[in-house]
């Protein structure tokens, strides 16, 4: 309980710095947001135009949509850093926090907190707006609600699992960031559509060695379109616990080869 304590003071302190620069962090949350937006105002015009994309309606690629945009936003509000982990590779900065009194992971976490408030507050619109109609729609039952919550929480372990191993190649390339355009970026933006629109390799890879896909849509098949079983979701919360559970392993054998930059 005391790191956990430790870990909350020090996300607390990183909150306050950040709010010295009100300015700065209102700008950056509003930009964001407005990005977040514009993608998915084209999907809709897209959507109103043809009905449907692969069987899947608006309100469908919706959910998709907002799942992975909180889930994102939940695993980068609490772990933003662990993204960031080039920069205090290249500076030699990681070594201040191999001397902090809490587990380095925990120690880079609580690093530039960020509330990522235009992410939750757009997908939590436009989760509730389609969970809503397909609510009344009868497609799904007001169950839908709580397994959504856990799919949120679900998707966000995932994605923090694909972030930190990514990262973790850091410890031998030093430089990750192109290797995460493609696990972290370009696959979040994959997994905003129905995967019926890909080849098989480039399902098979979003669902096992680059999961993204177990974050929304494998759930989503179940939740909004009824597919599959009751198991579904807890084969995949299961998958997430034994994924985090490597990718926290490949953490600690890579920061065992760690060597500073000397910087």
Not at 55 to 74: D, F, M, P, R, V
Not at 186 to 202: D, F, R
Request: aromatic content about 14%; overall charge positive; proline content about 3%.
């Amino acid at each position: 309980m005391s790191t956990v304590r430790m870990f909350l003071l020090l996300v607390k302190a990183s909150v306050r710095s950040r709010m010295q620069y009100k300015f700065n962090f209102w700008l950056s949350t509003v930009l964001a947001g407005l990005v977040s937006v514009m993608d998915f105002l084209l999907l809709s015009v897209i959507l109103w135009k043809f009905d449907a994309i692969q069987g899947w309606s608006l309100y469908e690629i919706g959910y998709l949509y907002a799942t992975i945009l909180l889930s994102k936003a939940l695993y980068r509000s609490f772990a933003n850093d662990v993204h960031h982990l080039e920069k205090y590779l290249v500076s030699g900065d990681l070594d201040q926090l191999l001397v902090r009194p809490i587990p380095v992971l925990l120690a880079l976490m609580s690093q530039n907190f960020r509330l990522m408030l235009g992410e939750w507050v757009q997908g939590g619109i436009i989760l509730t707006l389609c969970l809503g109609q397909l609510i009344s729609s009868g497609q799904v039952t007001a169950a839908a609600i709580p397994l959504t919550l856990v799919v949120l929480v679900t998707g966000a372990a995932l994605l923090f699992a694909i972030g930190l191993g990514t990262a973790t190649f850091g410890f031998w390339t030093t430089r990750v960031s192109e290797l995460q355009n493609l696990t972290e970026d370009a696959a979040n933006k994959a997994v905003q559509y129905p995967m019926e629109l890909y080849p098989g390799w480039l399902r098979t890879l979003l669902l096992t060695l680059i999961p993204v896909g177990m974050a929304n849509y494998m759930p989503a098949l179940y939740i909004v379109k009824g597919q599959f079983g009751w198991w579904l979701l807890p084969a995949v919360m299961a998958f997430a616990i034994v994924f985090l559970w490597l990718m926290l392993r490949f953490w600690r054998f890579g920061l065992s080869r760690y060597q500073s930059s000397g910087s």
